[in-house]
């Protein structure tokens, strides 16, 4: 199968982690779709993080934690009295909650969690400098996919 898109996705790469090349040419020499030839190589290298939808909430903290490029200076001191709260969410909703919270917090000190959007039952997570997310967002607009910025709200209609 023929990807007329593995240039627009090289180019998302290297906005991504413009310090790992190997991504970008992961993507224009891979054989499979250049999204998934992305994800597979930001999970190679620990920037990114899969959230099953029904993560337990400390299996979120610390997969996002395991993320290089996840904001080093993230508090969580917040995050056990915020799971607290949760105790009587249904399953799932949980997962949602405690994502939009660590997203918002994330905008705080200028990173965007994002959600690349794909085809499960979870999450594909990674974070970016919130400098240069216009960027990144228009380019995901011209490969044809688009990335969710996780807040307060972002999975309403």
Known sequence: MEFD???AWA????CLVPGYPQVARAVRSGTEDPFDEMRSALDNLGQSAYIDWKSDPDDIRRDLKAIQKFPHKFRWS???AFIATLQNCDSGEDTVAALEEIGERCLEIKHALLSLE???DGY???????DRLPFLLDLTAEAGRRFRVIRRGCWES
């Open 5 to 7: 898109n593995r240039e």
């Open 11 to 14: 180019k998302v790469a290297q």
């Open 78 to 80: 917040w995050y056990p």
């Open 118 to 120: 794909i085809d499960a």
């Open 124 to 130: 594909a997570l990674t974070a970016i400098h919130i």
